[in-house]
């Protein structure tokens, strides 16, 4: 491996596809809420990989599920059965209050996976052949994929990657106009006119990509009625939100529904291992026969067993209370910092933004590179904006902490 910084990037440059704009800080190391560079720099974790590390850096809880599943079985495939898939579904849909499960590995992955479920229902509960719709909401982020990148609104996603999968979008097919977060209205209208044609709608309860864009209220349950009243199912992207982020077990808690389909990823596993999983009711989810969907390494002990583990520590920890304590102490700490330059702190739990005024020739990332001199990694969702989100193991002290190098930050990036 790299010895240093400098060779760390270089050799990266060299020899990765350049499909990344990451900040020059190279990570060697972490535990709990810190990580190291290769010159034993310790920085503040801001990111937690993307809301994956929601129980700290190399947790020792789940390393030993780990190390310990990994010397007994890795793989089995499913053309077996293995002794640890059954009693991780029953933990995971007893937990998260579903009938059924069904496991993948990373998060667009599981995008993919209710895609293709909420097709298969609509095909044989509303008798749609092969032109069911499933509709997104503008500024979304779901992943990747072909599926997933179909229903984005963002240019950065799209450009050169047509065409798309014709009915995966987040655009009324009549006018070409984005169906807008926050405003139910532009859902009711592709409803009105497609809804017999609609086999389900899918948003993320708060939008992390976009910029950690929070709903309305009450605009997510009225997304809901109107679902009820189409007959479509509700899919809510709970890859960024889920496991205890937003301070409950899931973001949607806060609106009071039961989505028809829930997708996770990243905190499933606590950043140990790539495990993705989409819940329903048992009535969805077997609309999928034997045969029709699958992955060589979806369910496999290692991720049951590491899963097992991280929820394990979501649950002893009381992440969910400490994260919805965290945060209101966060952002009550962020509120205070008296600078013309801070526009807006907003978040749920511990996934938060500031958003910056613009200042002549900076942008946020400059603000980022102040942010890790002074010793915490954040990564900014657009010029103006940062999303702050440690791991939830975070202390009180330690987030204090976190904000006076905000603080001291914002100070040197308005000289
Ligand atoms: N959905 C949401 C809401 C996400 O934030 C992400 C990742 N940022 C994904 C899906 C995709 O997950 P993955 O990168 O594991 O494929």
């Known amino acids: 491996s790299a010895a240093t910084t400098k060779e760390a990037i270089a050799l990266e440059d060299a020899y990765g596809a350049h499909n990344y ?25 801001f990111l937690s990989a993307y809301s994956a590390v929601n129980q700290g850096h190399c947790h020792p809880h789940i390393v030993k599920a780990l190390t310990q599943q990994a010397s007994q079985l890795c793989l089995s495939s499913r053309a077996f059965y293995n002794d640890k898939l059954g009693a991780y579904e029953r933990f995971v849909t007893e937990y998260f209050g579903f009938e059924m499960m069904l496991p ?21 509960n509303k008798g749609l052949k092969d032109n069911g719709f499933i ?92 679902c009820k009243r189409h007959n479509v199912l509700f899919i809510c992207d709970e890859v960024q939100t ?23 990823g990243k905190a499933l596993s606590g950043g140990v291992y790539p495990v993705s999983a989409v819940l329903s009711s048992r009535e969805i989810m077997l609309t999928i026969k034997p045969g029709e969907h699958g992955s060589t ?5 290692l991720a049951c067993a590491v899963a097992v583990a991280a929820l394990e520590v979501v649950r002893d920890e009381k992440l969910t209370e400490r994260a919805h304590e965290l945060g209101m102490r966060f952002r009550e700490g962020l509120r205070k ?56 193991t975070i202390t009180a002290e330690q987030l204090d902490e976190c904000v006076e190098i905000i603080v001291g930050a914002i100070d040197d990036y308005s000289k």
């Open 21 to 45: 704009h990451p900040l020059p800080v190279v990570i060697s190391r972490g535990e709990g809420v810190h990580v190291w560079d290769p010159e034993g720099k310790r920085y503040y974790d």
């Open 104 to 124: 993948m590995n990373t998060g667009v992955e599981a995008v993919e996976t209710a895609i293709k479920l909420a097709r298969k229902w609509g095909h044989v």
């Open 135 to 226: 509709l997104g909401v503008g500024g979304n982020f779901h992943g990747r994929t072909m599926g997933a990148i179909s229903m984005s609104t963002d240019p950065d996603c799209r450009e050169g990657f047509g065409p798309f999968m014709p009915n995966i979008t987040a655009t009324n097919p009549d006018t070409g106009a984005t169906i807008r977060y926050n405003h139910a209205e532009d859902l009711e209208a592709v409803l009105e006119a497609y809804g017999d044609r609609v086999a389900g709608f899918i948003v993320e309860p708060i939008q992390g990509e976009a910029g950690i864009k929070m709903p309305e209220p009450g605009y997510l349950k009225r997304c809901y009625e109107l």
């Open 242 to 264: 889920g496991v205890a982020r937003t301070g409950t077990l899931l973001a949607i808690e806060h609106e009071q529904i039961k989505p028809d389909i829930v997708i996770l």
């Open 297 to 301: 390494y979806g369910g496999n002990p």
């Open 337 to 392: 910092i008296s600078s013309p330059l801070i526009k807006d702190v907003r978040g749920r739990g511990l996934l938060n933004a500031i958003e910056v005024n613009p200042i002549e020739g900076k942008t946020a990332w400059d603000l980022c590179l102040l942010l890790r001199d002074r010793g915490l990694l954040a990564k900014p969702t657009h010029d103006t904006i940062i999303r702050l989100a440690p791991p939830l």
